[in-house]
């Protein structure tokens, strides 16, 4: 039974890397009104990862194909591939639930954020110093037993 169900797992994820192997080769959008904000964003930082790997990777090359040409071909792929991946239809479904669950958030106004801010402070400073002086008293009873 077990033999089975690993066989059957292994099939499913055989079929959802085929699904995104075809839909990296395709040039379409999914549901390009729905989740515009997730998915721009999602979008940015990972064009913004792609970005920064390739600027680091033009760094340490030292001729100019590795320097330019090689930087600039990542950075196009990479581009390519994170747009893809937003328009991939099972994770462009999930940022679309997700902006979607963030629409229905009521946010705090200024001054519920300014006093839910100025209790964390305070917590975060009064726990500090809490943590000071149990390490004062612990090693001042570490210093007299050895």
């Known amino acids: 039974m077990v033999c089975h169900q690993r066989l059957a797992d292994e099939r499913q994820e055989k079929n959802v890397v085929a699904e995104f192997i075809a839909a990296l080769l395709n040039a379409s959008s999914y549901k390009r009104?729905?989740?515009k904000v997730a998915r721009q964003l999602t979008m940015a930082?990972?064009?913004?990862?792609?970005?920064?790997?390739?600027?680091r990777l033009g760094s340490l090359a030292d001729t100019n194909f590795g320097q330019y040409v090689m930087p600039l071909l990542v950075l196009a792929a990479g581009w390519w591939v994170s747009w893809r991946?937003?328009?991939?239809?099972?994770?462009?479904?999930?940022?679309i639930s997700v902006?979607?669950?963030m629409n229905k958030v009521s946010w705090p106004g200024r001054s519920e954020?300014?006093?839910a801010s100025v209790v964390v402070i305070v917590v975060i400073f009064f726990?500090?110093?809490?943590?000071f002086v149990y390490d004062?008293?612990?090693?001042?009873?570490?210093?007299k037993i050895f």
């Open 127 to 131: 726990l500090a110093g809490l943590l």
């Open 113 to 115: 954020l300014w006093r």
């Open 136 to 143: 004062l008293v612990l090693k001042a009873i570490f210093n």
């Open 99 to 101: 902006e979607a669950e």
């Open 33 to 35: 009104t729905q989740g």
């Open 45 to 55: 930082a990972l064009a913004l990862a792609v970005a920064v790997g390739a600027w």
């Open 85 to 95: 991946i937003v328009n991939f239809p099972r994770f462009a479904d999930f940022l």
